[in-house]
């Protein structure tokens, strides 16, 4: 429950008051007679849906799925048994079968090698996905917390 600044009640409802220039959060008995910029959170406001946000997350490179089978397929086109390719690239030869059969994922450095020396494209650029975010972990955002965070701003002179 958010607590009134200036008598320090527990409130369900929170004025935003004008005091001098300065924004203070307070109990509806000492918003009388102020200036009130806004009202936050009535229980009815309070229960309504999380203020959240929706971003739209840039695209990323991602390994595809059947990375061993390109690896594998572009290597015997090239006709380099693993042995080769792993000399080439400075790998173990073991490294690259456990890669070819997917049991490993490539590190970065490897997959550019692999890349490189084979012609092929081990990654996927995967669309932008959409996603729910909150300024707080799992924590519903309440009016008062948006209240707060405004608050702050202001304070930060922001
Ligand atoms: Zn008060």
Known sequence: MPECEICGREVSEVFEINVEGAQMLVCEADARGKEVVRRYGSEEER???KAQEMYEKPGEEEIIDNYGEEIRKA?????LPLKVLGEMIAEKESTLLRIEEQKTLPSEKTR?????ELGIKLTDRVSGKKTFVSSKKNEPVTLWDIAKEENEKKEQGE
């Open 47 to 49: 229960r309504q849906p």
């Open 75 to 79: 290597r015997e086109k090239l006709g």
């Open 112 to 116: 550019l090698k692999l890349e490189k």
